[in-house]
């Protein structure tokens, strides 16, 4: 059964909680108090799943072992599972589909590289694009010649089976997008200039990651002279782009393997990074607070490293993902000042489709208010519309980041 408040459930009345207690709507769908149990983060408490399985005895004390800290092995465990079972799978798809060398090919070795792809998407894209996310934040590895080759799996190693070039994540995430701050245009993937809940939009802005990236992203690297990061990114760019002409070869594997994978992941990462920054504060927009929102209590924050808490984290990307929840809750002053947006039981994705199917009254019953100015229902979704708007030039907030 879903969660109350998911968007496979129905949606209850004490849909908005307060720091005090539990704020709920009334039949007019005005805000009102009533007595409730103190306010609950369950995501301090909720069973971790970024990984499947642990690995046994010696391997599991030498893997922790690398590791600059303990806390960090639920990453260790996704990285060893994805070298487990995915890559494995993948040159089973090579040997299997390639002329030569098995002798499926035609549908059936599509059906074949397509069930592969799909299994490997379901089962680890998600998980893995998170452990990517926070181990190119963070150094999780000793500075061991083990460790060194351990932080490098995921970003150098594996990151074609889920469609990004070695290397180029980092370039986008933490050396662009985490400096520029999505501000437009020196964030190559800013959302700002766009009308954030239409669709048209969006395709617009994933069409144009899609087709220009592989070129803006090592400009972007020399301009701000960054001639080492230029040079590695051109070189694995010109790897990942040589791979693909393998499809001479083996086409079936490289079809399902880096093609596909390389299109879907791309609408994937950017509709991800569309929806956290749909919500944009026009008079504070360079505030950390002003620019995202927080997703609390969601189930996705036990598969996602609590990617949930984004505006924690672009606020400090150097916050350890076990400690966003506790961050939060020592920061509700700062959000409710900040008028930040909190939901509950909903992730990005969620957030997204309610947005561009035009459900903002039932994106309002999500809400959480932990001290930002009492609202009603119309006067959230006011406020949601308001923030969906374009941020023109010269027209924004000049609020300081914080």
Not at 247 to 258: D, G, M, Q
Not at 357 to 366: I, P, S
Request: positive net charge; hydrophobic residues 40%.
């Amino acid at each position: 059964m879903a969660p109350e408040g998911s968007l496979g459930g129905s949606v209850g009345q004490d849909a908005v909680v307060s720091r005090r207690g539990v704020a709920g709507t009334d039949g007019n769908g005005e805000v009102s108090k009533k007595d409730a149990p103190p306010f609950e983060n369950t995501d301090f408490t909720a069973t971790r799943q970024e990984y499947l399985f642990k690995p046994p005895g010696w391997i599991d004390t030498w893997l922790v072992g690398q590791l600059n800290h303990p806390k960090d092995a639920p990453l260790a465990y996704l990285t060893l599972n994805i070298l487990c079972m995915s890559v494995p799978a993948a040159l089973a798809v090579v040997w299997i589909t390639t002329p030569g060398l098995g002798e499926v090919g035609g549908w059936k070795g599509n059906l074949i590289g397509a069930t592969y792809m799909v299994l490997n998407y379901v089962i680890f894209m998600q998980r893995y694009m998170l452990g990517l996310h926070f181990s190119e934040h963070l150094l999780i590895y000793k500075k061991t010649f083990a460790g060194r080759c351990l932080q490098n799996v995921l970003p150098t190693f594996v990151s074609v089976l889920f469609g990004i070039a070695p290397g180029f994540y980092r370039l986008h995430h933490c050396i662009m997008h985490h400096v520029e701050n999505n501000l437009y245009p020196n964030d190559l993937s800013s959302t700002e200039p766009y009308q954030r809940d239409n669709f048209l939009h969006f395709v617009v802005y994933w069409v144009r990651y899609w087709l220009l990236s592989p070129f803006e992203m090592p400009l972007y690297a020399f301009r701000t002279r960054r001639y080492g990061i230029f040079a590695k990114s051109c070189f694995f760019l010109s790897v990942y782009a040589s791979s693909l002409s393998l499809h001479v070869v083996a086409p079936i594997a490289v079809r399902w393997i880096l093609l596909i994978p390389f299109c879907l992941t791309s609408f994937l990462i950017m509709f991800g990074n569309f929806s956290q920054h749909m919500f944009i504060d026009p008079r504070n927009s360079r505030s950390n607070y002003a620019l995202t929102y927080n997703c609390m209590n969601a189930p996705d924050n036990q598969k996602t490293f609590n990617d949930g808490y984004h505006i924690l984290h672009h606020a400090n990307s150097q916050i350890h993902w076990l400690d966003l929840p506790h961050r939060f809750m020592e920061t509700l002053d700062v959000h409710a000042r900040e008028d930040a947006i909190v939901f509950r039981h909903l992730h990005f994705m969620d957030v997204g489709m309610l947005v561009f199917t035009g459900q903002l009254k039932k994106l309002a019953t999500y809400y959480v208010n932990i001290g930002q100015p009492q609202r009603s229902q119309e006067e959230l979704v006011a406020m949601f519309k308001e923030r969906l708007k374009p941020i023109r030039a010269g027209n924004a907030g000049k609020g300081k980041a914080q």
